[in-house]
């Protein structure tokens, strides 16, 4: 455990460091409040209320779009299509505000905004959507958008242009030389916007992927670099890591969480069947929880194998409700895979499986079984996780846990031990949620007598003892493995 928390340390101080560069934009304000990545109806896209709620949070800047319809007026929404209408720029002013939003808000206009902005402490990062219609030197959404800045009198320093239109950011770098003004369309490297003026490039993340220099060139150019729309943790960690100035996102309360480097560490327990996280695992995933660690147990199947006498379907039902009522104890959240108790099977669509969820929560510690195992199921588990570890490139660190020790794990030499001795009640109390399991003599017969021996060798009442999968990314890199 020692080795765990060094290495946590470690990542967190790494996090850190990162949190002096980027800054959060909220991507069409905050609209995804409980970032689910549903949106909520009391927060549509580029609303009053979305901007309203980015400035609630505390994100450095807000981005919202501006279109202008028919009749040259100014309105904020994303397009082509707004409610029931297909094409903003072909409508009337009066015909876009006549619809309403999720919440009940008409379109809002660029003045109702802008009147906002004003008493918001929320950096405006405003796109002018001239793409469909741009012709070279020809803006006349551009130049509406500054008389209405103009008319609010918005500071221009403390505002940022973005656009996919070249024309309207060659502008806008002309009219208003100290505002930052970024380009969005990807193609262009730091030299040619520079030579246009244009202070800044907005690239969808995957662009600094594939052109990671552009952005040094850009900060030894003295331009900015923003990168949109990053709402992956991975992703946001990586342009925190590259450099970036601004991460443009649809949760810029995780974002926010990833620079400042106070996001939880997510732990999964991955075990094959209910009771098998608990049994290996319970006493240090409730020391981890209590800690402030995002824990999550990971089911292989529901254990329809499990109750004999009882059909499967039937079987996985009171399974999974017993390890609701396991969860509920040791506080960690809980997901099932899709395979079957007792025919688990390991094959590409199973490893894709495997590697699919680990992709999607994104942990920094796993435990799952020990691969020596007299039991198939447990067996299948480890290797479909220890797969995934090699093709994450080793994301995150892996240790493997032991169940009922010389009966079904073998040859178990630990690297790790945790004294669990102050949580073993509760250890207990959720290994016995799995009551379908008659685990109390399973208990006393091996994993209470394996406990006190792991104990023994970590001189404690009370252990849970883990093998470190070596050649980790975080703990230490063999020369030869470079
Ligand atoms: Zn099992």
């Excluded at 779009?65 to 072909?90: F, Y």
């Excluded at 309207?168 to 030299?191: F, H, I, N, R, W």
């Excluded at 929880?289 to 999550?296: Q, T």
Aim: charged share 25%; aromatic share 8%; glycine share 8%.
């Amino acid at each position: 455990m020692r080795r765990i928390i060094l290495v946590l340390a470690a990542i967190l101080a790494q996090t850190a460091v990162l949190s002096a560069q980027a800054k959060i934009i909220a991507h069409r304000g905050h609209w995804n409040v409980n970032e689910t990545g549903k949106g909520n109806v009391e927060t549509p896209q580029n609303s009053l209320a979305s901007y309203k709620a980015a400035d609630q949070i505390g994100a450095w800047g807000s981005e919202f779009d501006v279109n202008m319809t028919s009749d040259g007026q100014l309105v904020v929404c994303h397009g082509p299509r707004i409610v029931s209408l297909a094409d903003v720029q072909k409508e009337t002013f009066n015909t876009v505000r006549g619809e309403h939003l999720s919440n009940g808000e008409a379109v809002p206009s660029l003045d109702e905004l802008l009147v906002l902005i004003k008493k918001s402490k929320i950096r405006p990062i405003l796109e002018i959507k001239e793409d469909y219609r741009d012709k070279e030197g020809y803006v006349p959404c551009f130049d509406k958008v500054a008389q209405a800045l103009k008319k609010h009198r918005i500071d221009m320093d403390n505002l940022t242009i973005i656009s996919f239109s070249l024309e309207v950011c060659k502008a806008a770098a002309k009219k208003y030389p100290k505002t930052m003004v970024q380009y969005l369309g990807g193609e262009k490297s730091p030299d040619e916007l520079n030579a246009l003026g244009i202070k800044g490039l907005d690239y969808h993340y995957t662009v600094f992927d594939k052109h990671p220099e552009w952005v040094k060139r850009a900060h030894d150019l003295g331009m900015e670099v923003n990168a949109w729309t990053v709402d992956k943790k991975r992703d946001i960690k990586r342009m925190a890591a590259l450099g970036v100035d601004q991460i443009t996102t649809n949760y810029p309360v995780l974002a926010q969480k990833i620079v400042d480097g106070t996001l939880p560490k997510k732990v999964l327990i991955i075990g094959a069947h209910p009771d098998d996280p608990e049994t290996g695992c319970g006493g240090t995933m409730i020391l981890m929880k209590r800690a402030g660690y995002d824990v999550k147990c990971v089911y292989l199947t529901r254990g329809e194998a499990g109750i004999e006498g009882v059909k499967g379907d039937e079987a996985a039902k009171i399974r999974s409700e017993e390890v609701k009522n396991a969860c509920a104890i040791t506080g960690a959240d809980h997901v099932f895979l899709t395979q079957i108790d007792g025919q688990t099977e390991i094959n590409k669509a199973r490893y894709d499986e495997m590697l699919a969820l680990i992709q999607d929560e994104d942990p920094d510690i796993v435990f799952t079984h020990w691969p020596i195992d007299g039991h198939r199921d447990h067996r299948i588990c480890s290797i479909l996780v220890y797969d995934s570890w090699r093709r994450t490139g080793r994301s995150f660190d892996l240790y493997y846990f032991e169940v009922m020790t010389g009966v079904q794990t073998q040859n178990f030499n630990p690297t790790d031990y945790v004294d669990i001795t102050s949580v073993l009640e509760e250890k207990y109390k959720a290994c016995y949620c799995h009551k379908s399991q008659n685990l109390e003599p399973v208990f006393e017969g091996w994993h209470t007598p394996m406990e006190v021996f792991r104990g023994i060798e970590n001189r404690c009442k009370a252990a849970e003892a883990f093998i470190r999968q070596v050649n980790g990314n975080r703990i230490f890199e063999m020369p030869e493995n470079k």
